[in-house]
């Protein structure tokens, strides 16, 4: 069993690497313009109307969610706008229940509202995009397999014009050109009656999507112009019965004002005419100048105006040279150096500022001019520069720093290879590189997907400087490259 276990992996290798060999070349020899490469225009219009399609739905998947959020924050704002009215409704005005009524009937409008929204537009709209990533897998795995048609097809031609033929070997390439052409033509056969009836598919969805999206709203603003002008019709009761009647008006009184309320008015000296109940009623209900301003008041500013973002790291310094010491090399950004900072003590300032006063008793002139010397000495007391120590770097790099690998790479990160040579992408899920690019490996979504000699990768410069897993991944064939990590 051990044997024959052995014998399946050595014949898998030796396939792989063939595959391998034979798609390289057939690259090579379609970039040079050396082979014939097949091409079925009708096909590439219908992938670049399939990737229009995919993102006008993503881009409308992204608008509808944004619109949730923003009823259920107005739902928010709503729901505590009536909680207020609750509040400053007092029991005893006419139409208390109904309010209370309103607020929970619009509370219930909105929640409503959001939960069709949801139903009717957003869980179709996942349902609707859902099956695009299968078929954009497909898509690029029948591109590998035209290549491998394409080539055993060259293969075959190539003995057929040879001066020597080899009978069994042109009957080898039959049989696997037959077998490359059966795999291509039925994903190309069952791609290209889906993705038209994809494409045409697209109007019923956007019909019926805006259509609920419309129905729903004409709806909810229709019950919602109920509730509103049945809490209309309170408020106006409630201002008739205001014009009729008189509410006593509740209000906390300081203890200054129970203290005056017990005391009995008497008249003043100058005989001025003791304040009646109700002109003291009258002139109570007024705003005090010091409930309305503050002294020294101001809306304070919020925590996150004050404070600043984050310090910027230094720019990167030069290695120093020979001539140069070590000791010499001062940074003036580095966190890590304390200046010793000489500077006067409280007693020498107490004693210039005694000196200063006993000058100012004596003449004003002698004052004006004791003062400007006094703050020239005092500011030229105080360091103009704050100095700081900066970590050598030998050979660009930090002396005492430690290395961190792997430590920025995306997830599932196998190894890293670098391109030996150009490869032209022909595919939407293919890499585009250049001799001397860098590729980080990473492992498929689903291992079954994985062709025979491709890899699927991310571009180091692309993810160091976008970080962009899902936008900057994509297969690429591995003859190309060489391991380097």
């Given at each position: ?17 063939q ?7 057939e ?13 079925d ?30 009823v ?70 029948r ?8 080539s ?63 129905g ?24 008739k ?46 705003p ?10 101001g ?13 910027v ?19 003036l ?29 004596k ?13 020239g000495?005092a ?8 100095v ?83 936008q ?10 060489e391991?380097?990590?």
């Amino acid at each position: 069993m051990a044997e024959m276990g052995k014998g399946v992996t050595a014949g898998k290798i030796a396939s792989n690497m063939q595959k391998k060999l034979t798609r390289a070349q057939e690259k090579v020899l379609q970039k040079l313009g050396k082979a014939d490469e097949t091409k079925d225009e009708q096909f590439e219009q219908c992938v670049q109307n399939f990737n229009k399609q995919l993102f006008e739905g993503s881009k409308l998947q992204k608008d509808l969610r944004t619109y949730l959020a923003s009823v259920k924050a107005m739902h928010e704002a709503s729901k505590k706008l009536t909680e207020c009215l609750q509040e400053v409704y007092e029991p005893e005005w006419p139409g208390r229940e109904e309010t209370n009524k309103v607020a929970e009937n619009n509370d219930l409008l909105w929640t409503d509202f959001h939960q069709k929204l949801v139903d009717q537009a957003l869980l179709t709209m996942d349902t609707y995009l859902g099956q695009f990533p299968d078929i954009k897998s497909r898509i690029a795995k029948r591109g590998r397999k035209l290549v491998d048609y394409d080539s055993a097809r060259h293969h075959y031609e190539s003995l057929q014009t040879a001066k020597k033929k080899d009978e069994v070997k042109i009957a080898k390439a039959e049989e696997e050109l037959v077998k490359a052409q059966k795999v291509f033509e039925e994903m190309n056969i069952d791609l290209q009656e889906e993705l038209p009836s994809l494409w045409n598919s697209r109007v019923g969805f956007y019909v019926n999507t805006f259509q609920s999206i419309a129905g729903l709203e004409e709806n909810f603003h229709k019950e919602m112009s109920k509730l509103n002008q049945n809490l209309n019709d309170i408020l106006v009761n409630l201002e008739k019965e205001h014009g009729t009647s008189t509410y006593p008006v509740k209000a906390q009184p300081s203890d200054s004002t129970s203290a005056k309320a017990n005391k009995t008015p008497s008249s003043p000296p100058d005989g001025t005419p003791v304040t009646s109940p109700e002109t003291k009623s009258s002139v109570n209900h007024e705003p005090e100048p010091s409930t309305l301003e503050t002294p020294g008041g101001g809306i304070p500013k919020s925590p996150s105006q004050l404070r600043k973002g984050p310090p910027v790291p230094p720019p990167p310094k030069l290695t120093p040279s020979k001539e140069m010491k070590q000791e010499n090399i001062i940074n003036l950004f580095d966190d890590n150096f304390v200046p010793e900072i000489s500077v006067t003590t409280p007693s020498q300032s107490t004693e210039a500022a005694a000196a200063g006063a006993e000058a100012a008793g004596k003449e004003a002139g002698a004052e004006a001019a004791k003062t400007e010397t006094d703050s020239g000495s005092a500011s030229s007391s105080l360091p103009a520069v704050v100095v700081e120590t900066f970590p050598a770097t030998v050979n660009g790099t930090v002396e005492g720093g430690a290395p961190s690998e792997r430590a920025d790479m995306p997830p599932g990160f196998l190894f890293k290879v670098q391109a030996m040579h150009d490869y032209t992408a022909t595919d939407s899920d293919e890499l585009q590189l250049k001799t001397g690019d860098v590729v980080l490996v990473i492992p498929f979504d689903n291992p079954e997907e994985q062709d025979e000699g491709w890899l699927m990768g991310v571009k180091e410069s692309d993810w160091l400087q976008h970080k962009e897993f899902d936008q900057c991944r994509g297969v690429f064939p591995e003859n190309f490259t060489e391991r380097v990590q």
